[in-house]
């Protein structure tokens, strides 16, 4: 089994800086890409930024130059380092993982329990 764990969300003021971390644990062989969407009430879930195992990344063009995607392979972990927040970033935010695990042949993605950002203006 393979868990997505997230932490650091919580209630920060307008302009502010949160950071996001998602540990993955369990059956894991290795992992394509981390990464993190979002949720916000009556909206679809998007994108926010995604981070390859080659050091490849991807931005929304709402975040980008204000949040940054890192890794720290050893542990597994991502992190999304959160700046001049805006109420618009208000939502769930969900850690996903594309990756094999140990006893599998081919690739699957996970999904965290997600974590709430609430930005007040």
């Known amino acids: 089994q393979v868990q997505l764990v997230e932490s650091g969300g919580g209630l920060v003021q307008a302009g502010g800086s949160l950071r996001l971390s998602c540990a993955a644990s369990?059956?894991?062989?290795?992992?394509?890409?981390m990464g993190w969407h979002r949720q916000a009430p009556g909206k679809q879930r998007e994108l926010v930024a995604a981070?390859?195992?080659?050091?490849?990344?991807n931005y929304a063009a709402s975040v980008k130059g204000r949040f940054t995607i890192a890794r720290d392979s050893a542990k597994n972990t991502v992190y999304l380092q959160m700046n001049r927040l805006t109420p618009e970033d208000t939502a769930v935010y969900y850690c996903?993982?594309?990756?094999?695990?140990?006893?599998?042949?081919?690739?699957?993605?996970?999904w965290g329990q997600g974590t709430q950002v609430t930005v007040s203006s």
């Open positions: 996903n993982a594309n990756l094999y695990g140990s006893t599998s042949s081919r690739a699957h993605d996970y």
């Open positions: 981070l390859t195992s080659g050091g490849s990344t």
């Open positions: 369990g059956s894991i062989f290795s992992i394509n890409a």
